[in-house]
Structures are given as C-alpha cells and as structure tokens.
C-alpha cells in the first residue's frame, strides 16, 4: 500500500481496543456440567437425534464421545429397589 493509506491503516488500529488486536480469549467449548450426575467439561452438539452432550474424549473414528449419563435409572432398575408386597 501508499505511505498514506499505511498511515490511516496504523490511526485506525491504534484507536481500537487491544481484544481487537490480540483477538478475545477463547473460552473452552467443554464447559457445560450435566445436571443430572454433575459431571463438567462437557459440550452440547446438534445430532439427528437432537441435542446431545458430548465428553472431551475421542473413540473410533475420532469422534467425540456421546456423554451417557447413568444418573437416572431406567424403570425396570427403579422397580428393582421396592419390594413385591402386592400379595399381602
């Protein structure tokens, strides 16, 4: 470029923020936390399916491990734990 149009290019850049400059500090796409077990370092991402959480870890094919939260028994586990007392 000219010497004039390095000279606005120069004022213009001095009188911006430094984030412009340096670019803003990137936040970790992991951070969400699960509220049904608590776990953190997790990330949301649109399936076919829907929205699933994802873990911070790669398996087959390099991709992201699908969290699967054991927090919430399913129904045969949760009639597990009371006792039959229906021939009382």
Known sequence: ???IADD???RMTDSM???WHWGTPRRSQFHVT??????SGLRWRAESEG???FENERVEH???KLHNCRAL???EE???DFDDVSNQ
């Open 34 to 39: 699960c509220k049904e077990c608590g776990m």
């Open 8 to 10: 606005h290019l120069d």
């Open 62 to 64: 390099n991709r992201l």
């Open 73 to 75: 028994p399913s129904a």
């Open 51 to 53: 929205w699933r959480l």
């Open 17 to 19: 923020p430094d984030a």
């Open 78 to 80: 949760a009639m597990e």
């Open 1 to 3: 470029m000219g010497d």
